[in-house]
C-alpha cells in the first residue's frame, strides 16, 4: 500500500503523496509549514502555488505530554465527521470546511483560516480580552447545542460513540484526577457517571480558547476529535475554567476574567433558548467548572502557566468548593475568585 506509513511533517513524503493523489501539479512546490501547539496531532499548513490553503492533521497514538497517554489515531475520521455537522450547525464562518480525509494514513485536509489570524488564547494570556470574543464564544456553543438538539434523531445516532470522551476526557481528567486528589474521588466519580448518562445534544468536548483563532474580529472553532453526544454541561465548565484558570494567573485582571465568565454564562443561555434540559442545566455546569478547574492542575493535562504554587492554590480552592457546590455560575465565579 503506498505511503501507509505516510508521516505528514516529512514534507518529501507529503509532497509525494499529494502528488500521487492528483492534490498537487507535477511540477508544483507548496509551501509547508509545521503548526506547534497541539499534543494531540501533527497539523501541517499546506499552501501550493495554485489553489486552497490546506490545514492537514494526522492524528497522534501517543499524545505530547509529559505523563503516557495515548489514544486510537482514528479519531481523526471522528473530526471529520464533526466538521461535516458542524458546518451545518454553526454560524456561517465559523467552521472550516473539510477539503478530504484519507481513512488509510489517518489524515484530514480542511481550508485554512486566512491569514492574519491570532489564536485566542495568546490573545487572552498577553491581556487582551474583549467581551465581543467572548460573547461570541459563548453564543456559538449555544447555537451550535440548540441546533443539534433539534436534529436530535439524526445527530444522536451519528455521534454516540463516545470512546474518544472517554479516553481523551473522563479517564485523564476526571479518573486520573481522582487517583492524585483522594478528597475530590467521589465527586469526579459522580461527575463522570453524569456525563455518561446525560445524552442531551453535541458536546464538542474541547472548548477552549487555545482552539479558537479570530481573523478579522471573528471566531473560528477548531479541534472536533471528541466530539459526540453527550452532556452540554461539560462544554459548559471546560469553557469556564478557562475564563477562572485565567482569573487566578493574571491578578491585575481577575474581575474582568470572572465577569467574562458570566458573560459567556448568559450569552451561552440566550442562544441556547428554550430546551427540555435548560432546567438543572447551571448546578450540572457548575460542577463541571469545579471538576475541570481540579483536572487542569491534577490531571495528565495541567494548564503550563500554572506554576506549582498555583496548581496548588486551584486545588485546594476547587476542594473547597466542592463538598457543598455553589448554587449558580456567578455565585461560583465569586466564591472561587475568594478562595485564592
Ligand atoms: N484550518 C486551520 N487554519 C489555520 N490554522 C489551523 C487550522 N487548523 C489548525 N490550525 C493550527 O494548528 C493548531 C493545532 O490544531 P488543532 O486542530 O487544535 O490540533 P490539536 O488536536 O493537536 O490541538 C491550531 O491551534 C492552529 O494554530
Ligand atoms: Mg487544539
Not at 49 to 70: C, P, S
Not at 223 to 243: M, N, Q, R, S, Y
Not at 300 to 310: G, I, K, Q, V
Request: with cysteine; charged share 25%.
Amino acid at each position: 500500500m503506498p505511503h501507509a506509513d505516510l508521516d505528514i511533517e516529512h514534507p518529501e513524503e507529503l509532497i509525494a503523496y499529494m502528488r500521487e493523489a492528483g492534490r498537487l501539479e507535477p511540477g508544483e512546490t507548496p509551501r509547508i509549514e509545521i503548526l506547534a501547539g497541539g499534543v494531540s496531532n501533527k497539523t501541517v499548513f499546506f499552501e501550493p502555488e495554485f489553489g486552497q490553503t490546506l490545514v492537514l492533521k494526522q492524528a497522534l497514538a501517543k499524545l505530547r505530554v509529559k505523563a503516557d497517554w495515548f489514544s486510537d489515531p482514528a479519531r481523526v475520521h471522528r473530526e471529520a465527521e464533526g466538521l461535516r455537522a458542524l458546518i451545518e450547525l454553526a454560524p456561517v464562518g465559523t467552521i472550516t470546511p473539510l477539503a478530504f480525509e484519507d481513512e488509510r494514513v489517518h489524515l484530514l485536509a480542511m481550508y485554512a483560516v486566512p491569514k492574519p489570524h491570532e489564536n485566542w488564547k495568546e490573545l487572552l494570556l498577553a491581556g487582551r480580552l474583549e467581551s465581543g470574543h467572548v460573547a461570541a464564544f459563548a453564543e456559538l456553543l449555544g447555537t451550535i447545542q440548540r441546533r443539534a438538539h433539534e436534529r436530535r434523531e439524526e445527530l444522536a445516532a451519528r455521534f454516540a460513540d463516545r470512546r474518544f470522551f472517554e479516553s481523551l476526557r473522563l479517564e485523564p481528567y476526571y479518573a486520573y484526577a481522582a487517583e492524585h486528589v483522594p478528597e475530590a474521588a467521589g465527586f469526579l466519580h459522580a461527575l463522570i457517571a453524569a456525563a455518561r448518562a446525560r445524552t442531551l445534544t453535541l458536546v464538542h468536548g474541547d472548548y477552549s480558547p487555545k482552539n479558537v483563532l479570530i481573523h478579522k474580529g471573528r471566531l473560528v472553532l477548531l479541534d472536533h476529535e471528541v466530539i459526540h453526544w453527550g452532556d452540554p454541561a461539560f462544554d459548559i465548565g471546560f469553557a469556564l475554567t478557562h475564563f477562572l484558570s485565567k482569573a487566578h494567573h493574571l491578578p491585575a485582571q481577575r474581575t474582568a476574567f470572572a465577569d467574562a465568565a458570566i458573560l459567556f454564562w448568559n450569552s451561552y443561555l440566550e442562544a441556547l433558548g428554550e430546551v427540555p434540559w435548560r432546567g438543572d442545566l447551571e448546578a450540572c455546569a457548575v460542577r463541571h467548572t469545579l471538576g475541570c478547574l481540579l483536572a487542569r492542575v491534577a490531571g495528565r493535562s495541567p494548564l503550563e502557566y500554572l506554576n506549582p504554587d498555583a496548581r496548588a492554590r486551584q486545588r485546594a480552592a476547587v476542594c473547597a468548593l466542592m463538598t457543598s457546590p455553589p448554587p449558580s455560575i456567578p455565585a461560583l465565579c465569586g466564591e472561587f475568585l475568594a478562595q485564592l
